[in-house]
């Protein structure tokens, strides 16, 4: 694949040279300042291993390892790649990305039939080394051979039903996860599930124990992350393969699929919602989780979001002390099945439920820390000893719990532009500021990391954010206009 440019001239520092003895240098200054605009994290992920092969009659030609990581950068980086290799060599017109060894590598050929179906999914997935952040699980082993890319992530066998603990904020979407689980008649119910809750509060252990309960009664399941998504469709894509990829994903009676928020790119959206459509056309199950409601996911396409929402949207709320006190006795007898002599007294217990109120993660943390103290030390559990332990766990939990939606709509208003300006690519003054703005407080009163913000605002890389957060820090230290602006804001959204 490559992309084309218009030939610039000289971009006023003198890099308009493309003979060879520039070349190099040249490349070393883009990987700089790829490194410098993407952060370190996305440098080492995606760029670490990309090479320059040559540059031919204005055609740079860059390999990497792996089919996987050409696609990748294809799909999402092949235009920032050219853009900033032609800020030093302006003669560069195109890029193609290839693979090392393939022979052929810019027009790699995809694996035959044969020798795909031969392969097992595991296989293939560890012939080459992946980039980290979307690197796939091990299929499940009941995963069928002919899965082939779809084996899809293996399911906890630890997260089933049974080991679920019903409340107050959950009861609905614990009767629909496990009515949608075991329906045994023609079609599918409340199609699709939508479950949306934040962090730890169970979403992901109902979607696990909907797909180990419809397997046990012979239906065919794949459970697929976002990334493992993106994943098998970035790579049916660029191997020519995509049609037998989608006939394989429309063929199975149950996809549930988890964390839909981190679902990035047009084609593969666009591929999403197809399959969405087809599987409810079909009277397939679908079962979908998030961490907001359909409404808000700016991201993805407006009738897809209207799809989604079509079914039945379920919110799993915060754990209330009933409910944890529940989760911690759970999660207490648990431990004990394999450490005996592990004590933790009911007021000890009501304490760590009374303390913890963020989610069932934290709670399991504080049961680790218990449990390390009490095998490190051979002491028992006092409640000075369990204060101290889950010091961290409550001090990083008291902040407030606002939202970025609530910021972007906050800002929106005070400054007389929509929320959907803030999130468009409009870079006019009255819009900028707000944006950044909204940013800076999302930094500042959320817990979200910075690509988490950049996502929520439009899809926008992390360091957008960081550019945004920084220039209203100093612009607050140098305008006192501004800072009791913020100040303000911070008080609206704090109340």
């Not at 853009?83 to 060599?89: D, N, V």
């Not at 996911?297 to 799993?316: H, K, N, P």
């Not at 999302?442 to 605002?457: A, D, M, N, Y």
Request: net charge positive.
């Amino acid at each position: 694949m490559q992309v084309d440019g218009n030939v610039a001239g000289d971009d006023g520092n003198g890099r308009n040279g493309g003979n060879g003895s520039e070349t190099p240098a040249a490349w070393a200054r883009v990987k700089r300042r790829l490194r410098a605009e993407l952060g370190e994290d996305v440098f080492a992920s995606w760029f670490a291993r990309l090479e320059l092969e040559d540059v031919v009659e204005g055609t740079a030609r860059l390999t990497v390892p792996t089919r996987f990581l050409k696609s990748w950068i294809e799909s999402h980086y092949l235009d920032r790649v050219l853009t900033t290799f032609k800020a030093e060599i302006a003669e560069i017109a195109r890029i193609e990305v290839g693979v090392r060894g393939t022979g052929a590598p810019a027009k790699a050929a995809a694996p035959s039939p044969a020798k795909a179906a031969s392969a097992s999914p595991l296989a293939r997935l560890h012939a080459t080394p992946q980039p980290a952040p979307l690197t796939p699980m091990q299929p499940a082993p009941e995963a069928r051979a002919d899965g082939s890319d779809l084996s899809g992530t293996p399911l906890d066998a630890r997260l089933t039903f049974a080991s679920f603990v019903v409340g107050r904020s959950n009861a609905l979407a614990h009767a629909a996860a496990e009515r949608v689980a075991r329906h045994e008649g023609e079609g599918a119910l409340y199609n699709p599930l939508y479950l949306h809750a934040g962090v730890g509060l169970g979403k992901t252990h109902l979607l696990h124990g909907i797909g180990h309960a419809a397997r046990e009664a012979g239906r065919r399941v794949i459970y697929l992350t976002a990334d493992r998504f993106m994943y098998g469709f970035v790579n049916a894509l660029k191997t020519q393969n995509a049609l037998a990829y989608k006939e394989r994903l429309r063929g199975i009676d149950l996809l549930i699929l988890d964390d839909v928020q981190f679902i990035q790119g047009k084609s593969i959206q666009a591929e999403f919602g197809h399959t969405i459509n087809a599987l409810i056309d079909a009277g397939r199950q679908v079962v979908v989780a998030s961490d907001r409601p359909p409404a808000d996911l700016e991201a993805l396409d407006e009738r897809v979001r209207s799809r989604l929402a079509g079914g039945l949207v379920v919110e799993i709320g915060n754990l209330d002390e009933q409910l944890r006190v529940s989760i911690l006795t759970a999660r207490l007898q648990s431990v004990r099945a394999s450490h005996p002599t592990f004590e933790v007294s009911p007021t000890v217990a009501a304490y760590v439920a009374r303390a913890i109120t963020a989610n069932g993660r934290d709670l399991e943390g504080a049961v680790n820390r218990l449990l390390a103290h009490a095998t490190l030390t051979g002491t028992a559990v006092t409640m000075e000893t369990a204060e101290t332990a889950i010091r961290d766990l409550v001090k990083n939990r008291e902040p407030k719990r606002i939202k970025i939606e609530d910021i972007q709509k906050l800002v929106a208003s005070r400054y007389n532009v929509s929320r959907s300006d803030i999130l468009s690519e409009r870079r006019t003054a009255a819009v900028v500021k707000p944006r950044q703005i909204a940013m800076y407080l999302s930094k500042v009163l959320t817990l979200r990391s910075l690509p988490e913000i950049g996502r929520r605002f439009g899809g926008r890389d992390h360091t957008t954010v960081l550019h945004a957060v920084r220039k209203i820090e100093k612009q607050i230290g140098e305008d006192a206009v501004l800072g009791d602006e913020v100040e303000l804001l911070k008080r609206m959204l704090q109340d």
